[in-house]
């Protein structure tokens, strides 16, 4: 519903904190990026200020990109940046104000 207001979160920068994955020294990291590009199976891209390029999927349905409007959402890091690849890391991802 919030596509319809002409939000988008591409080019908003969004805050990533790390709750759990299969490395403990990630656990309780920030990941801090630019939303660039965003497709259609809500997989997104974020830049980081160093440059890196890191991909970003949901982990509930309903819950994409768009959410983040109006709140945080459950979001991992893919090990690339296809759907499909299996995740990283798993946090809740927000808005940075």
Not at 27 to 36: A, F, S, Y
Not at 74 to 91: E, M, Y
């Amino acid at each position: 519903m919030i596509k319809g207001f002409g939000w988008t979160p591409v080019e908003k920068s969004v805050d990533l904190v790390i709750q759990e994955g299969l490395d403990p020294s990630l656990i309780g990291r920030r990941l801090i990026g630019t939303v660039t590009p965003l497709n259609t199976s809500e997989l997104a891209t974020a830049t980081t200020a160093s440059g890196d390029a890191i991909a970003v999927g949901t982990s509930h349905v309903g819950y994409g990109f768009y959410y983040l409007r109006v709140g945080k959402i459950a979001a991992h890091l893919l090990d690339n940046s296809r759907a499909g690849d299996s995740p990283v890391v798993q946090g809740i991802l927000g808005l940075r104000r």
